[in-house]
């Protein structure tokens, strides 16, 4: 049974950091990229960062481009995202994704498992 825990969330004022870890079990992990998606109230859930399995290829949505950066622990089973310079359009409901590729992909529905998610909210 393929399990996405993600951890980390939390409340922060606007321009402060929150570091995000999912762990990943049941699953071969370095077999997938591993990607991190929002949604926000109201809005459809998107895409935020992804990584290769080997992490040696990123993506980053222009919204968070220099402000975000996804890496990953093979050895732990678990991806991160740093989030700093956190704005207040940055609240939204943090989900990690599972996508059994050698590429990386911003579809959502190109994964393949999901977590249950982790609420940021950023005050202004």
């Known amino acids: 049974q393929v399990q996405l825990v993600e951890s980390g969330g939390g409340l922060v004022q606007a321009g402060g950091s929150l570091r995000l870890s999912c762990a990943a079990s049941?699953?071969?992990?370095?077999?997938?990229?591993m990607g991190w998606f929002r949604q926000a109230p109201g809005k459809e859930r998107e895409f935020v960062a992804v990584i290769s399995w080997s992490g040696g290829s990123t993506l980053y949505a222009d919204s968070v481009k220099g402000r975000f950066t996804i890496s990953r622990d093979n050895a732990k089973n678990t991806v991160y995202l740093q989030m700093n310079s956190l704005k207040p359009e940055d609240t939204a409901v943090y989900y990690c994704?599972?996508?059994?590729?050698?590429?990386?992909?911003?579809?959502?529905?190109?994964?393949?498992?999901w977590g249950q998610g982790t609420q940021v909210t950023v005050s202004s």
């Open positions: 049941g699953l071969t992990f370095s077999n997938y990229a």
């Open positions: 994704a599972a996508d059994r590729t050698k590429a990386v992909r911003t579809r959502l529905g190109a994964y393949d498992y």
